[in-house]
């Protein structure tokens, strides 16, 4: 099912209807010769086009790069505390886990895989089975992606103008 509104696709097939009947008056003068049938194919074409691009783009609007800066930062931070052996840090930061792992949400099966990895991770850490956290946080970590996010350099952060601070209007710093 496409998506987006249908009265404005409706508008313009109308519109271009209307000008291919006075182009075809004009023809002779102005235009080079069109059909109406030619007409009609080219805006059948832009619009199903456009429609296309509305659905295509509806379900990216950056909430996977904004779940892997915001989130990630706090996962790799409790490596220390399991490396320690602190299973209170690891069932604190359950919420974080899942957070992060809307980065995979638009891929059910890998969504599927990491929030079975963050399950059995948090029930292990209720339990206080060090070792098994350790392989499960390892596991975890050992994701391609998470592993070039991490390689990334630290970006600057004095007078960085965020989205957010476009618009409350402070300066990230």
Same mark, same amino acid.
């Given at each position: 099912m496409a998506r987006g509104p249908l009265l404005p696709a409706l508008l313009a097939l109308t519109a271009v209807y209307g000008a291919s009947l006075l182009i075809g008056g004009l023809q002779s003068a102005f235009v080079?010769?069109?059909?109406r049938r030619q007409a009609m194919? *080219? %805006?059948?074409? =832009?619009?199903a086009t456009t429609? *296309? %691009?509305?659905? =295509?783009?509806?379900?990216w609007q950056g909430e996977p790069a904004k779940a892997l800066n915001k989130y990630l930062p706090a996962v790799v931070a409790l490596g220390d505390?399991?490396?320690?052996?602190?299973m209170k840090a690891v069932v604190k930061k359950e919420r974080k886990f899942q957070?992060?792992?809307?980065?995979?949400r638009n891929s059910p099966?890998?969504?599927k895989v990491k929030s079975a990895i963050v399950e059995d991770l948090v029930d292990a850490a209720a339990e206080g089975k060090v070792d098994e956290v350790k392989k499960l946080y390892a596991k975890y970590m050992d994701d391609p992606i998470i592993k070039t996010a991490k390689a990334y350099p630290k970006g600057p952060t004095k007078?960085?103008?965020?989205?957010?601070?476009?618009?409350?209007?402070v300066e990230k710093n």
């Open positions: 080079t010769p069109m059909s194919q *080219g %805006v059948a074409g =832009a619009v429609l *296309g %691009v509305q659905a =295509a783009h509806a379900d505390s399991i490396a320690k052996g602190d957070l992060l792992n809307t980065f995979w099966a890998a969504f007078n960085v103008i965020s989205t957010w601070s476009a618009l409350v209007g």
